[in-house]
């Protein structure tokens, strides 16, 4: 391409780029100048694609029409005065300002002198030359549109929303009829008799409206109160509507009024007669009352509170309701304090709960409350329950007399101090009464009565109040008082046992997690320790005592016992899990220590005791689950001795302190097998031989290859031992079915290959293999006890028809109270997550982590062991 041929093309761009520039300030000012124009356009044609003036008197539609044109033509005057034609010279002169130098002034430019000099002339060539090389570079200039600041109330987008919502749901069919408007008259008239209808139901139904014009049948069915609007168009007279749906008596508006509504509230006819009328046949469907049914018994829990099932219907949904408390004074057993006439007490009343969410035109619900310190607690009433729907019908159920559920009280004492409130609370004349037979308690108490002094003085404090008040005249407030005190003093009779015990436990684990996290002594630890089992000793034993008493209170009023189907755990199994602690301890293992401590404070305070612990023998599922989890431990204690080999032989004499502490960790640990299985480790080499074997060689590192080899040699022969011991374990399995029960034998058989694999690699030599294929063994060991687990459950749901079932199988067995069966080191097989909390656990994680990184890219570390490392970091 020649250097004209270049020339002439950007000499084109820029003539096209003058264009742009120039029809932009076309826009630009057209814009500024008429955007008040089209805003009136656009409102103007956006109320009459909508109908407004349809609705509006005729006066109002044309004082708009008037005020629009005046709007209209002033905004037009107004553009024309500040409108200017924008010239090319302008639209150059802009492209000029947005150039650099402003080169295309210059090109225009002539000089003023030295044209005889050639080197002026030169010099202005050089100038211009450089000019027109800038002025090739022009591009088109973007306009302004912004009239904000003309328009700060940004009215032009007000038009432009009216325009867009009258696109869509209005019709250019309705900008015609304002032609038809003429002044004086009420009503649009059009050119010949017209006619449109609507029946709207009610807005709670959730019906649709319809449009009388498109409906084909003669017979139409709506709810009750539909409503009905009819217009007629053109001469007045020519269409009247007839119906004998709205019962309307009285005066009721002429047949031919141009525009009529009411309501439906009987069947009948509906007609519109005249040009283009129609005929049709009303069948009002009646809105029934709702209904509402106590399906169940009130059931109450511990702590007195109370639950009411009941269901609730309406044709069209149930928007509220009421349940009523009122004394059934008939029923009352009228003795000693009761005998005396009840002060006036108003009925209870609280609001029906209705579904968050959902259809309530049938739902199931429950009413909940505590009425353990109304003064009707355990008397006799009558329950009534209505609800109401959106038209105003209310439903009632059936009235339930009953005892008002409350709190019930087990320590004598505080029983009778709740009798001594509730006479207190029935009358005020009962407070001589109740001031004696108090009197009568704390005279002189036996031994034990009061568990504390503190008790015996707050019981003094009240009866002398009382007797105080009685001598001026006891009022409400003080009536109200007294009662809360003698409530506050019962609760901490009946549960101040078992509160304290508590506390006293909890103030033991938090010493115990200070001394932890401080590195205390190990004699302090020890002594520590022993107070936690003492204060949980102490805790089971308030636990078992309020437990027998709500089964003895049960059994005499022929009650459910409670709780029948709550996750249990004897005191043995508190035991292993706080000697599991003292053994993480003495061994270092403080993250750990504390995060199972803080998993026993979460059981203890979850559980509960089960009687007679160690009676019955263990079914052959919850055998087959234990040695099941025995062989998990065994295999991870195996695992972490491989790991630490693996340390030992990159980092020589580094983990020597450690694998002397863990080292006795994994000796009894692999002792555990002999001790739980009994004549199961007959066969084979016993895992305790062989890990002592390779404590005493792990024990003297650096002494030759030869004794490495031995020391994977006896790893080998152990986790042959293991094999073995799966395999019998396996062969004694109970014969469960069912997928999971098929689920568990595949895993076990998977976990017995990758211990075949890992004893081949333990006899090779190769440590990180060996590592890997026990990983694999391990996590199928957790398959398949978690399957076994579930079908043991499963069949034993079928056996008892799959309701309320006890966990007493390998299940419940095998779960701690909070439904997790417990895995290796403390860890949760189903929800291990649970186990991993604090801060504590976090941050030694991220250290771990951050280590195996750092090693990993150690360029002076062996090719095994980083390759081992970033397995490691893959896997993790």
């Not at 264009?19 to 076309?26: E, Q």
């Not at 409108?83 to 130098?101: C, Q």
């Not at 590192?701 to 031995?710: A, D, F, L, R, Y």
Request: net charge negative.
């Amino acid at each position: 391409m020649t250097e004209t041929e270049q020339t002439q093309i950007e000499w084109a761009q820029m003539r096209r780029a003058l264009a742009m520039t120039w029809a932009g300030m076309w826009a630009e000012r057209i814009t500024h100048a008429f955007w008040p124009v089209w805003s009136v356009l656009f409102i103007c044609i956006g109320t009459l694609m909508l109908g407004l003036h349809d609705s509006a008197p005729v006066e109002a539609v044309w004082a708009g029409i008037i005020a629009a044109v005046a709007a209209f033509a002033w905004f037009v005057y107004r553009g024309l005065r500040v409108f200017r034609i924008p010239r090319r010279a302008d639209a150059l002169a802009r492209i000029d300002a947005a150039l650099p130098g402003r080169p295309i002034s210059t090109l225009m430019d002539k000089p003023a002198i030295g044209a005889d000099d050639p080197a002026s002339v030169a010099l202005w060539r050089a100038h211009q030359a450089r000019a027109s090389q800038a002025a090739r570079n022009a591009r088109p200039v973007e306009p302004d549109l912004r009239v904000a600041r003309r328009d700060p109330f940004a009215l032009r987008y007000v038009a432009v929303l009216l325009l867009a919502v009258a696109l869509l749901f209005g019709s250019l069919l309705r900008v015609g009829t304002v032609t038809q408007m003429t002044p004086g008259s009420g009503q649009a008239l059009a050119t010949g008799p017209a006619w449109e209808g609507w029946i709207e139901p009610p807005a709670y139904t959730g019906l649709p409206t319809l449009y009388m014009a498109d409906i084909d049948a003669d017979r139409i069915e709506v709810p009750q109160e539909s409503r009905v609007v009819v217009r007629f168009y053109g001469k007045v007279g020519e269409l009247t509507l007839a119906e004998t749906v709205s019962g309307r008596t009285g005066e009721v508006p002429p047949a031919s009024d141009p525009e009529q509504e009411f309501a439906i509230t009987q069947s009948g006819t509906l007609s519109v007669q005249g040009p283009g009328g129609r005929d049709w046949q009303i069948a009002m469907r009646q809105d029934d009352a709702p209904t509402v049914e106590i399906t169940g018994e009130a059931e109450t829990s511990v702590d007195g509170q109370m639950t009411l099932p009941f269901t609730a219907s309406d044709d069209y949904g149930v928007i509220g309701g009421t349940a009523r408390i009122e004394l059934d004074l008939a029923e009352v057993d009228r003795r000693h304090g009761l005998a005396a006439d009840p002060e006036p007490r108003a009925a209870i009343e609280m609001p029906v709960p209705l579904p968050i969410s959902g259809d309530r035109a049938e739902f199931e619900e429950r009413l909940v409350e505590n009425f353990s310190q109304h003064p009707w607690a355990h008397l006799p009433v009558r329950l009534s329950v209505t609800v109401e729907d959106a038209a105003g019908l209310t439903g009632a159920a059936q009235p339930q007399l009953m005892d008002l559920p409350a709190r019930r009280f087990f320590d004598p004492l505080a029983a009778a101090l709740i009798e001594q409130r509730r006479d207190l609370l029935w009358t005020r004349a009962n407070g001589k009464r109740v001031a004696q037979v108090l009197r009568t308690i704390s005279h002189r108490p036996e031994e034990g009565l009061f568990s504390k002094e503190t008790d015996y003085l707050r019981l003094r404090t009240i009866i002398r109040r009382l007797e105080a008040n009685l001598i001026a005249g006891l009022d409400t407030e003080t009536q109200d008082e007294i009662a809360q005190a003698l409530w506050d003093l019962a609760i901490e009779l009946e549960d101040g046992d078992l509160d304290d015990a508590l506390e006293r436990l909890r103030e033991a684990q938090e010493r115990l997690q200070q001394a932890m996290k401080n590195g205390a002594s190990d004699e302090e630890i020890a002594r520590l320790m022993q107070e936690l089992r003492d204060a949980t000793r102490d805790y089971m034993r308030q636990l078992a005592q309020q437990s027998q008493r709500e089964n003895e209170e049960a059994r005499e009023n022929g009650d459910p016992m409670p709780n029948d189907d709550a996750m249990n755990m004897t005191q043995d199994d508190l035991q292993r899990m706080m000697d599991r602690i003292q053994e993480l301890m003495e061994q270092g293992r403080m993250a750990e220590a504390q995060q199972a401590l803080e998993e026993l404070q979460r059981m203890l305070e979850n559980m509960e005791v089960r009687q007679g612990q160690g009676e019955g023998q263990q079914s052959p599922g919850q055998q087959a689950m234990e040695g099941l989890a025995e062989t998990l431990r065994d295999q991870q204690g195996l695992s972490d001795e491989a790991f630490r080999d693996l340390q030992e032989q990159f980092n020589p004499g580094n983990n020597e302190g450690q694998q002397q502490g863990e080292g006795q960790q994994g000796q009894q640990e692999s002792q555990q097998p002999g001790q739980g299985q009994g004549q199961g480790q007959g066969q084979g080499q016993q895992p305790g031989q062989g890990q002592q074997g390779g404590d005493q060689q792990q024990a003297q590192p650096g002494e030759g290859q030869g004794e490495g080899q031995g020391l994977d040699q006896s790893l080998a022969e152990r986790q042959r031992s293991l094999r073995q011991e799966l395999d019998r374990q396996r062969g004694q399995l109970p014969g469960v079915g069912g997928e999971q029960g098929e689920a568990a034998r595949e895993a076990l058989d998977r976990a017995g290959r990758a211990m075949d694999d890992a004893e081949d690699a333990l006899r090779n030599d190769d440590l990180p293999e060996a590592i890997d294929r026990q990983a694999e063994a391990m996590d199928a060991l957790r398959d398949g006890i978690r399957n076994l687990g579930d079908a043991l459950a499963e069949e034993q749901r079928q056996q008892q028809g799959g309701e309320n079932t006890q966990m007493g199988d390998a299940q419940g067995a095998q779960r701690d109270p909070l439904g997790r069966n417990p895995g290796t080191n403390g860890q949760s097989l189903e929800s291990g997550d649970e186990m991993l909390q604090g801060e504590d656990v976090y941050r030694r994680a991220r250290e771990l982590l951050d280590e195996i990184r750092r090693r990993s890219g150690d360029s002076e570390r062996s090719e095994e062991e980083r390759e081992y490392l970033k397995r490691l970091l893959e896997r993790f």
